[in-house]
């Protein structure tokens, strides 16, 4: 869980999601459209994408993408 709080720390607004999930692009898309300069995270890019995964899976997230914080 130190992992996404290292991310998510003096952001505030984070995404966690996949470059593959639609639902993660639609949130994309509406949070973009209220003009919020989202700070995003793409799981499938990162090195570290599958230990963030479950990161945010221990923090009760299930499904854990696409994550909003």
């Not at 209220?34 to 995964?53: C, F, K, P, R, W």
């Amino acid at each position: 869980m130190d992992i996404v709080n290292r991310l998510v720390e003096q952001r505030p607004l984070v995404i966690f999601s996949r470059s593959s999930c639609c639902i993660s692009h639609s949130v994309m898309q509406l949070i973009n459209s209220y003009g919020a300069n989202a700070t995003i995270y793409q799981l499938d890019d990162m090195s570290n994408g599958q230990e963030v995964d479950k990161a945010l899976q221990r923090l009760g997230l299930k499904p854990s993408i696409p994550a909003v914080l």
